[in-house]
T-cell receptor
C-alpha cells in the first residue's frame, strides 16, 4: 500500500466550476499536510499547508483535513485555465521532521 | 535573488559514467534536499541535509552520494550511473524555523543509456 495515494486523473473541470482533489495517507501519526502545484516541465510549488482538522482557506483554494479518516482534499473555486497542472499531495510525519512523502499527483485540466 | 539553482538542466550519460549534479541556494536556508521524480512514482527523497556538515538518507539513497559543501551548496553524485537512474532530479531548500516549506529548483533531466 502506497503511503500517500491520489487519483492520477486526468480530472477535467469546466472553467468557473469547483475542482476537487483528494488524497489519502496511511501513516496515522502524520501531522503536516501539503498541496504542491506542478506545471508541465516545471518544479513543484507549495500552495497550501494544513495541520489541524477542518478547513483552511486561501483565496480560491481550500484545504480540508480529516485525520480520523486519514483524508486530505483541495478545493479550487472558480477554476481558471491557469489552474491546469498536476497537484501533488505531500505528508510529513511530524512538524519539522523534514521528510516529505509525496503522492503521485493528480493531473487537472480546466476546460475553457 | 535567484532562489534555488541547479546545473546542468539536461544530461545524457552512458552506463557506468559518473557525474555530479550541482545545487545552490542564495536564501540563507539551512535545510536542503535532493529528490527524484519518475512517472507513476511521484517525488521521492534521495538525501537531505539539515545544516552544513550534516547529511541523512531519504527513501531512495542507493547509488548516490551527497556533499553539503557549505551552507549554499548541496551536490548529488552518481558514481556509476545506471539506466534505472534516468529521472528528473530536483533540489529543494527550506528556511530556518520553517522546514515545512520547501522551495524547489528548476530540475535536472538525466538520461542514462
Amino acid at each position: 500500500q502506497k503511503e500517500v495515494e491520489q487519483n492520477s486523473g486526468p480530472l477535467s473541470v469546466p472553467e468557473g466550476a469547483i475542482a476537487s482533489l483528494n488524497c489519502t495517507y496511511s501513516d496515522r501519526v502524520s501531522q503536516s499536510f501539503f498541496w504542491y502545484r506542478q506545471y508541465s516541465g516545471k518544479s513543484p510549488e507549495l500552495i497550501m499547508s494544513i495541520y489541524s482538522n477542518g478547513d483552511k482557506e486561501d483565496g480560491r483554494f481550500t484545504a480540508q483535513l480529516n485525520k480520523a479518516s486519514q483524508y486530505v482534499s483541495l478545493l479550487i473555486r472558480d477554476s481558471q485555465p491557469s489552474d491546469s497542472a498536476t497537484y501533488l499531495c505531500a505528508v510529513m510525519p511530524r512538524v519539522g521532521n523534514e521528510k516529505l512523502t509525496f503522492g503521485t499527483g493528480t493531473r487537472l485540466t480546466i476546460i475553457p | 535573488n535567484a532562489g534555488v539553482t541547479q546545473t546542468p538542466k539536461f544530461q545524457v550519460l552512458k552506463t557506468g559514467q559518473s557525474m555530479t549534479l550541482q545545487c545552490a541556494q542564495d536564501m540563507n536556508h539551512n535545510s536542503m534536499y535532493w529528490y527524484r521524480q519518475d512517472p507513476g512514482m511521484g517525488l521521492r527523497l534521495i538525501y537531505y541535509s539539515a545544516s552544513e556538515g550534516t547529511t541523512d538518507k531519504g527513501e531512495v539513497p542507493n547509488g548516490y552520494n551527497v556533499s553539503r559543501l557549505n551552507k549554499r551548496e548541496f551536490s548529488l553524485r552518481l558514481e556509476s550511473a545506471a539506466p534505472s537512474q534516468t529521472s528528473v532530479y530536483f533540489c529543494a531548500s527550506s528556511p530556518p524555523g520553517d522546514t515545512d516549506t520547501q522551495y524547489f529548483g528548476p530540475g535536472t533531466r538525466l538520461t542514462v543509456l
